[in-house]
């Protein structure tokens, strides 16, 4: 387990998968260490499936999953693209009373962003506070991306305020969010003092920051302000 481990957590998740196939047809007993590190690192890689091929040989194992192991199975669906799966074992956390974290909430969040689930990824937010767990900047740039894939810029907007009220720094990824649902949203003022307000506190933009800046004012039909911010964006 030690190795394995060793490996998951050094990066090298090829090899740790290799060394789990091998001990996995073996008669050696394999703890709930090696199986956490077997689907993390399917997760690290992206490989959704082979990390529910593992969580499944866990349970006919009949081996004891905890927190850790369903928060990196879940992670794994979530990179997939498989909020239905990741949905799946969240569920069966609540019925084997296995208390989720801002860990679990955050990959479920993601999950619904990802394929426009921005209902569930406010209801998924909203069931935190019961829970007395605190959303972190991941949680709610998440939620916030969720609402301006479907324009719900009114919905991002309330999210942001709320980040800035309850004091969890704002990124790079939640102003890109928020100034792109003000964008899609026809409101180029508002993306325009987002922005001005992004460049003061963080002193960084990127392409997709001045590109939903421009194209907010050009949907307003604000040109002549695109250009001063393109000219600006250049200098």
């Not at 490996?7 to 090298?12: A, L, P």
Request: aromatic letters at 8%; charged letters at 20%; a neutral charge.
């Amino acid at each position: 387990s030690a190795a394995i481990s060793a490996c998951e957590k050094g990066g090298k998740w090829e090899f740790a998968l290799q060394l789990f196939r091998v001990a996995s047809q073996s008669r050696l007993n394999l703890d709930a260490i090696i199986f956490s590190a077997a689907i993390s690192s399917c997760e690290k890689q992206g490989e959704w499936a082979k990390a529910l091929q593992v969580f499944g040989l866990m349970a006919q194992r009949r081996v004891e999953m905890d927190v850790i192991i369903y928060n990196a199975a879940i992670s794994a669906c979530e990179k997939g693209g498989e909020w239905k799966t990741a949905s799946q074992l969240f569920g069966m956390m609540a019925t084997k009373n296995i208390e989720s974290t801002v860990i679990t909430f955050n990959a479920m969040i993601s999950a619904c962003e990802k394929v426009g689930k921005w209902e569930e990824a406010l209801n998924l937010l909203s069931a935190m506070a019961p829970r007395t767990l605190q959303p972190s900047a991941i949680t709610l740039n998440a939620a916030i991306s969720a609402c301006t894939k479907i324009s719900k810029w009114e919905d991002s907007l309330r999210l942001f305020s709320a980040m800035l009220q309850s004091k969890v720094e704002s990124t790079l990824i939640t102003f890109n969010a928020v100034i792109s649902a003000c964008e899609r949203g026809g409101e180029w003022k508002k993306a325009l003092q987002f922005f001005s307000a992004m460049v003061q506190r963080m002193a960084e933009v990127d392409k997709i920051t001045c590109s939903a800046a421009i194209s907010a004012c050009e949907k307003g039909g604000e040109w002549e302000k695109a250009l001063h911010l393109l000219d600006v964006i250049t200098q």
